[in-house]
């Protein structure tokens, strides 16, 4: 790239033509526009340059400063040889260099990163070209907004650009709310509980059965229900026999515990495992429903770390995905004009796009409403 030839690419036009850049009345410029934030911007010295920097206010208080358009003050500075040039005129074209260079550099790496593929890196890329470029073609136009947006609103390498960024952020807002559906708890989801507090004591509701008690109240029931007919079964499954909860004979593990709301028998191992459960009914017996005690107090359970952090790192990665859109929306409001329609344009069409696919894919609507940023 050579310094009177912004740029190599005829349809990125980067600086403008040399053409159709300068005016007639360039003579009286106008004032600068206040530089924004977006606009100001230093360039480090690079490795292959030490010592060099470029620093684009320096250079747009450079352009305003004089009477001649970029365009004419480039062309004055070069058609004098180099040994003979003003030092100001030196310093012009280091700068223009300089620019050239820079923007060359972002182009290569937008491209790069565009073949790669991977998002946010080509997105961030691209904006860092396309804000360059805005900034190009705002010093080109000797910071006259008007010429500049008028130059970028009839660039079609620009514009594609920035339509192809809006296009990967909405992709990835859809991808990444995807992900995220996977992660939140269902609206079906049953919710799970926690017990707060102590655990409830089984000698307070109930007193262990001495082993003979059990024997003799095992050969009362056997007495009760000894009719032949009678399935094997029905003695099983009486609480004197064994255990309801667990189905086996009680033993030293599971001893005999008769409640003292309904007298009914259960394994004291089981019923403790039972009443301190999180069910609605844990506070009953399980052979009756009769009520035994307090239900414990529950609370929902707190999500599983892993899945609250990877929850917050969707989110998160949400917001950045919004930041880099609402960096597209500062480039577009720089380039196509006060217009705030063509923003609002951008903005619209990405949230049609998700809204599309989330609908196209089922993603609930929750997801879509609480994390997509209107
Ligand atoms: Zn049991
Ligand atoms: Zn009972």
Request: charged share 30%; net charge negative; hydrophobic share 35%.
């Amino acid at each position: 790239m050579s310094a009177t030839t912004p740029t190599d690419d005829s349809s990125t036009h980067a600086l403008g033509s040399r053409t159709s850049a300068p005016t007639s009345d360039s003579s009286v410029p106008a004032p600068p526009q206040p530089l924004e934030e977006f606009f100001v911007s230093d360039i480090a010295p690079t490795a292959d340059q030490p010592g060099r920097s470029f620093s684009l206010e320096t250079f747009a208080q450079d352009i305003a400063s004089r009477s001649q358009s970029y365009g004419e003050t480039l062309e004055a500075a070069e058609a004098v040889p180099n040994e003979e040039r003003s030092e100001p005129d030196r310093l012009f074209l280091q700068s223009h260099q300089d620019l050239c260079r820079i923007l060359e550099e972002k182009l290569i790496i937008a491209e790069n990163a565009t073949i790669a593929g991977h998002m946010p890196c080509k997105a961030d890329a691209q904006i860092d070209y396309l804000l360059w470029m805005t900034r190009a073609v705002y010093l080109w136009s000797s910071l006259n907004l008007e010429k500049t947006r008028a130059a970028l609103r009839t660039n079609v390498d620009h514009r594609q650009r920035i339509e192809a960024v809006v296009e990967w952020i909405g992709h990835e807002i859809f991808c990444t709310l995807r992900e995220l559906e996977q992660e939140l708890p269902r609206p079906d989801e049953a919710d799970e509980y926690e017990n707060v507090g102590p655990e409830h004591d089984t000698t307070a509701i109930g007193v262990i059965v001495p082993w003979p008690e059990l024997t003799d109240e095992q050969h009362d029931m056997r007495r009760e229900t000894g009719r032949v007919d009678l399935a094997l079964d029905d003695h099983d499954r009486d609480h004197r026999m064994r255990c309801t909860i667990c189905m086996d004979e009680y033993s030293s593990d599971d001893l005999p515990l008769r409640l003292n709301a309904c007298a009914h028998i259960i394994g004291q191992a089981c019923l403790s495992v039972w009443l301190n459960g999180t069910e609605v009914q844990a506070n009953t017996c399980p052979y009756c429903r009769t009520r035994l005690c307090d239900r414990r107090e529950r609370r929902p359970k707190p999500m599983a770390p892993e899945r609250e952090q990877k929850i917050q790192k969707l989110v998160s990665f949400l917001g950045k995905l919004g930041k880099t859109f609402g960096k597209v929306q500062g480039i577009v409001r720089w380039s196509f004009g006060g217009d705030e329609e063509e923003v609002r344009r951008y903005g619209r069409e990405m949230l049609v796009k998700v809204n599309s696919s989330c609908e196209q894919w089922g993603i609930g609507l929750r997801v879509a409403t609480q994390y997509v940023a209107t």
